[in-house]
């Protein structure tokens, strides 16, 4: 909301032409928070290797106490550097202001990389899961807004580690987004005070931030999704310089797969990522998915058999938690969704995707009240066609039509054991053969 109206943001490539100034040159110490973390010890090796910093006062909440913390320190004052690091939770004013009046050679320079998640989607964040995640991230940046101000430090540099989450959000990461949206707009509120500052929104890193808490799963999504894929520290770091080169208050160094998301419809894209894809693929994107959409999922079911329809509303549902989990296998269709390893992060991203497949308002509990692939089909099909009488055998229709896929492929290879159906219901198995459904 600007002057009364309203924007939305894009985000572009930045010219990586002129640089201007570093900013660390002169003398001074150079604050980091979170240095006993993967990323804000990566910083302070750079600013001593890479830019001759000779200062440096290295802030986290158990200091010297964290695990490596003591060699770190001799391996940067083996390199040269003064290095001091001490014990300070940086959200607690009155401690950070007795730390930065007691540096010999004045703070010229701050790095704040400090943070936490604790995902959760919005009905489980509680206040204290919020706080958690405010406290290092928007606490610690204000009380180092204020703390260098009251003691009249003049900066060089105040750099604040921000997230893309903040750019484009992301499931269970409320908190953490609304934190980082923080660390921006406080980076802008600086400069227009007159006052150094750079808000970096990072994309993922491959040795710790927020990629050290997701596992393969949360990591496929965001590429799906995003076209984000890790930076290798030497790359961030060549991007941190980068940013930091350039006069704007604020940058995202992320590293984006172009092609992924270009082989995207547009409209499936975040609205901030649309102005990177461009030209021919884009259009050819945007034909495909007219094309594909013209037709309603009601429509063509309503044209099959009962028994068809049950089948391809199995075989979509199937093929949508296929792609949540990230994986190419066929799903078993009464496998249960808590067994395949759903969370309350993947149940959400797929009632989404089978509201947008089927064009229904599916409810947040999906998948916990219709624990099975079988048992949504069963929904979505009574949604879709509410007045409808279902056949005899309609109901055992996708059991039996998986029983006989299943059979199938254990005739088609001797060397796979009688395990092969253990995870069915034998009786079930047998009542439909019984009965001749899918023999």
């Not at 695990?67 to 770190?72: L, P, R």
């Not at 082989?263 to 649309?274: G, N, Q």
Request: hydrophobic share 45%; aromatic share 4%; proline share 5%.
């Amino acid at each position: 909301m600007r002057s009364g109206g309203v924007v939305v943001p894009r985000l572009v490539r930045a010219d990586v032409g002129a640089t201007g100034e570093s900013p660390w040159s002169g003398d001074g110490t150079v604050l980091v928070t979170g240095a006993t973390g993967a990323l804000g010890r990566l910083v302070a090796r750079h600013l001593v290797v890479e830019h001759g910093v000779r200062g440096l006062l290295l802030l986290s909440r158990s200091g010297l106490e964290a695990s490596g913390a003591v060699e770190f320190e001799a391996e940067l004052a083996g390199l040269g550097a003064s290095v001091r690091t001490v014990a300070c939770d940086v959200a607690d004013r009155e401690a950070l202001t007795e730390v930065l009046a007691g540096v010999e050679s004045p703070v010229r320079a701050v790095v704040h990389t400090a943070g936490v998640l604790d995902d959760a989607v919005v009905q489980g964040l509680t206040r204290e899961r919020v706080d958690a995640v405010l406290r290092p991230k928007v606490d610690g940046a204000w009380a180092l807004h204020e703390a260098v101000g009251e003691l009249g430090l003049d900066l060089t540099a105040f750099i604040l580690f921000s997230s893309i989450q903040g750019v484009l959000g992301g499931p269970g990461q409320g908190n953490y987004a609304a934190a980082n949206g923080f660390l921006d707009g406080l980076a802008h509120l600086r400069r227009a005070q007159g006052l150094p500052a750079t808000s970096l929104a990072w994309g993922l890193w491959a040795e710790g931030g927020m990629e050290a808490a997701l596992d393969d799963t949360d990591r496929e999504r965001m590429a799906r999704t995003t076209g984000m894929t890790a930076l290798e520290p030497e790359r961030g770091l060549a991007l941190f310089d980068l940013a930091l080169s350039k006069p704007s208050a604020y940058a995202v160094p992320a590293q984006l797969n172009r092609a992924a998301l270009r082989s995207r419809p547009a409209e499936e894209l975040p609205p901030v990522l649309r102005g990177l894809v461009r030209g021919p693929a884009r259009r050819a994107a945007e034909a495909t998915a007219t094309q594909t959409t013209g037709v309603s999922l009601a429509d063509r079911l309503a044209a099959l058999p009962v028994a068809e329809q049950d089948k391809t509303l199995v075989d979509l549902v199937r093929a949508e938690v296929a792609a949540v989990l990230g994986v190419t296998d066929k799903v078993e269709a009464r496998r249960g969704f808590k067994d395949l390893g759903f969370d309350s992060l993947t149940a959400v991203e797929l009632r989404n995707r089978l509201n947008k497949a089927t064009g229904l308002r599916l409810p947040a509990t999906l998948v916990f009240d219709h624990p099975t692939p079988v048992a949504v089909a069963a929904l979505v099909r009574e949604r879709l066609f509410p007045t409808q009488e279902q056949a005899p055998e309609a109901a055992d229709a996708p059991v039996a039509n998986h029983a006989a896929e299943r059979l199938t492929e254990a005739a088609s290879a001797p060397d796979i054991e009688v395990d092969l159906i253990d995870d069915m219901d034998v009786d079930e198995l047998v009542r439909l053969a019984q009965e001749g459904i899918g023999s």
